[in-house]
């Protein structure tokens, strides 16, 4: 009883002490038991990981290969970590053949797209350039009508990971994220995504899942970094410096589009093959009376409708961010913002466009179309926003692909979008 009363006495007399020891050991096991619970998770994703790679394969069954473009520098070069500690013990443990392939600078991915061989898993761990940058090289092949039908898989280790809630739930927690997204891929459910192909007058065309992002909000997103002493306030405070500097932050663009296109009906199963005598009556019956042929209709061509606009942004997004796998048409999402916008509604909205940049709001005219055309002034034109990558702007021309590329999804989430 003595000593627990000298303990209690000393803590008292050195009390500011006592509360930094009792900060430092409940930060540290808050942090030791958030590190448990993470290799917990790991090894549950493995032991469901082994059960695939334990399936027997029939000898005349070729072992599936994958080919994961890994790109280090993603998350502040964190990625390669995060990918050998998650996701690529799941994915050797699958049975799969994995060829894994890290980039060494911007730009490598669309080049190792172009020399790859055939291959029956596309995997791309990083984030959305990483993503952007293989689809590119992807499309842009000789074969890319071949190559395109190979599923692809995301593993989410970039800063920005637009996908993830179009394929994945959603997780605070990183490594759950991780190794959920890799499972997803072994378990073999898939969803279609649309495709935006960005031309230019010379260059080859670029390829993005999203959004196309042009004017004000862009720019000020570009400059956010340099308020980082601002902590939370610097996305604010980026677009009320903004607003000092000019305003109204107008765009002058010409705008050409095209109505969107009716989906054409899904591929069934070719229907069984009839018995002899019905085959024999079908061809005596177009002997007798042959069909009547009619001459082709001629179809003309949709008109093009022409805007001119001064606009603080104008956005050109897919539906990939909230897919709707039941549409009867495709399209692609045009939003305008008007140069009317006060700055209140500016600096507010910053933060939702920062979060999501093919959101229209309502002060926004929405229009749809299957492709568009925008011809920008020749100075201070500035620089697009392509997947969250920069790209120079330019007069282009934006065509949609409709459900151009197979994703691997959660089964969960592929269920919710089909309903």
């Not at 997204?181 to 459910?189: E, Q």
């Not at 229009?367 to 697009?384: E, W």
Request: aromatic letters at 8%; proline letters at 7%.
């Amino acid at each position: 009883m003595a000593r627990v009363l000298k303990i209690l006495q000393t803590l008292r007399n050195h009390w500011k002490k006592s509360v930094f020891g009792v900060c430092v050991v409940s930060y540290g096991g808050h942090w030791l038991y958030g590190k448990h619970c993470d290799n917990l998770l790991r090894r549950a994703a493995c032991q469901e990981a082994l059960k695939f790679g334990q399936q027997i394969i029939p000898a005349n069954v070729q072992l599936k290969k994958a080919t994961v473009i890994l790109n280090p520098a993603a998350c502040s070069r964190k990625a390669s970590t995060l990918f050998e500690k998650n996701a690529a013990p799941i994915l050797y443990l699958s049975g799969i053949e994995v060829t894994l392939v890290k980039t060494d600078y911007e730009g490598q991915a669309k080049k190792l797209l172009d020399l790859m061989e055939q291959t029956d898993l596309i995997i791309v761990a990083g984030g959305d350039g990483t993503l952007q940058e293989v689809i590119t090289g992807l499309l842009r092949r000789a074969d890319a009508a071949t190559f395109s039908k190979i599923p692809i898989g995301f593993i989410p280790l970039g800063t920005s990971n637009t996908l993830n809630h179009t394929l994945y739930p959603d997780s605070d927690n990183k490594v759950k994220h991780i190794t959920d997204a890799t499972l997803s891929i072994l378990k073999g459910d898939t969803i279609p995504l649309d495709v935006l192909q960005i031309k230019g007058e010379t260059e080859q065309p670029v390829f993005a899942l999203t959004c196309l992002q042009w004017g004000a909000y862009r720019d000020v997103a570009a400059n956010i970094s340099k308020y980082w002493y601002l902590g939370p306030l610097k996305t604010k405070a980026a677009h009320f410096f903004s607003t000092l500097k000019e305003w109204p932050q107008s765009h002058q663009v010409s705008l050409r589009y095209l109505g969107p296109t009716a989906r054409p009906p899904d591929e069934t199963k070719e229907p069984s093959r009839p018995q002899l005598l019905t085959r024999i009556f079908h061809r005596l019956a177009l002997y007798w009376s042959p069909p009547k042929e009619e001459p082709p209709k001629e179809t003309e061509p949709e008109p093009w409708q022409e805007v001119e606009l001064s606009a603080v942004e104008v956005s050109i997004s897919t539906h990939n961010r909230n897919p709707d796998l039941q549409r009867t048409e495709d399209a692609l999402t045009i939003c305008v913002e008007p140069d009317t916008l006060s700055k209140g509604d500016f600096i507010a909205m910053g933060s939702t466009k920062l979060t999501d940049p093919s959101i229209c709001p309502e002060s926004g005219v929405c229009v749809q179309a299957s492709s568009c055309q925008l011809n920008l002034p020749k100075d201070g034109a500035g620089f697009y926003s392509i997947d969250n990558e920069e790209y120079e702007a330019m007069p282009v021309e934006v065509t949609l692909l409709p459900r151009k590329l197979n994703f691997f999804c959660d089964s969960g989430r592929k269920h919710d979008l089909l309903n």
